[in-house]
């Protein structure tokens, strides 16, 4: 099986990837961990696009995979060899509001995340509307092709009977 799973932060993409890789026994990736150089000693450094492309090929050649993120532009061919892509479309309060408590919770070292600051919250705050506004659009255009295996997500309610099916 393959599973692909895009949506704003804080839509649920990780929480609902994570669901389905222990339900399924399935590996599950996140692409900030290859969009982004974990080990650099700032926030918000990318990783060189070669390797990006190349540890992006190697999770697509395995035999069962799910994959989740913000991406849509380096991401096709994931959209091609998904059996199924989930599109998180949640509501604005829901996604504002997971992204400040996770934010909260990392700066006091509660959770283990990304070394963000208050002023790269605000941007990713600022950057959740554009997304919504219009990245989703080109996402749809760019999922019509294989608009047969897309899943449109776009309540808590609709989350909730996905994951008990």
Request: net charge positive; aromatic share 10%.
């Amino acid at each position: 099986m393959k599973v692909h799973i895009i949506g704003c932060s804080g839509s649920g993409k990780t929480y609902l990837a994570k669901l389905l890789s222990s339900k399924y026994n399935i590996p599950h990736f996140d692409l900030d961990d290859i969009q982004w150089d974990q080990n650099a000693e700032g926030y918000g450094i990318k990783m060189p696009v070669e390797k990006r492309n190349i540890l992006l090929q190697q999770i697509l050649l395995k035999q069962d995979w799910i994959i989740e993120g913000v991406y849509y532009e380096w991401v096709q061919q994931c959209f091609q060899d998904a059996d199924i892509i989930y599109v998180l479309d949640m509501p604005r309060y829901l996604y504002k509001s997971r992204i400040l408590k996770r934010s909260i919770k990392r700066l006091l070292g509660l959770e283990k995340g990304k070394k963000e600051t208050l002023n790269s919250i605000y941007h990713l705050l600022k950057w959740t509307d554009t997304f919504q506004k219009d990245n989703l659009k080109e996402i749809k255009r760019i999922l019509e092709k294989c608009k047969t295996k897309v899943v449109w997500i776009t309540s808590k309610k609709e989350l909730s009977k996905l994951i008990n099916e």
